[in-house]
């Protein structure tokens, strides 16, 4: 059974960093195209960042690149996302997403077809 835990979130001010961590156990996590999603309030789940199993190609969502920085170490099963340059529309549940199939690539991957983590809370102050 795959089980994937996120942690790393809190409160910031505007300008301030994160850094995200998602493990995921229950299978081989280095054969797995990884990434993070995000809801806000009233909001549909949306892509952020996502990575290639090798950690060699990444994919962000326009309003991230360049403030992001998608990661894994897959002798350690983590992914992480830093977060610098946060803004107040950064505020919203960070999700990490493990998708079920091999198959699936880091710029295929959809709010479908994944195992979720419970989310960790973003909250940027203005």
């Known amino acids: 059974q795959v089980q994937v835990v996120e942690s790393g979130g809190g409160l910031v001010q505007a300008g301030g960093s994160l850094r995200l961590s998602c493990v995921a156990s229950?299978?081989?996590?280095?054969?797995?195209?990884m990434g993070w999603f995000r809801q806000a309030p009233g909001k549909e789940r949306e892509f952020v960042a996502a990575?290639?199993?090798?950690?060699?190609?990444?994919y962000y969502a326009d309003s991230v690149k360049g403030r992001f920085t998608i990661d894994r170490d897959n002798a350690k099963n983590t992914l992480y996302l830093q977060m610098n340059g946060l803004k107040p529309e950064d505020t919203a549940v960070y999700y990490c997403?493990?998708?079920?199939?091999?198959?699936?690539?880091?710029?295929?991957?959809?709010?479908?077809?994944?195992?979720w983590g419970q989310g960790t809370q973003v909250t940027v102050s203005s």
């Open positions: 990575i290639s199993w090798r950690g060699g190609t990444t």
């Open positions: 229950g299978r081989t996590f280095s054969t797995y195209a």
């Open positions: 997403a493990a998708p079920e199939s091999r198959w699936t690539t880091a710029q295929a991957m959809g709010v479908r077809g994944n195992y």
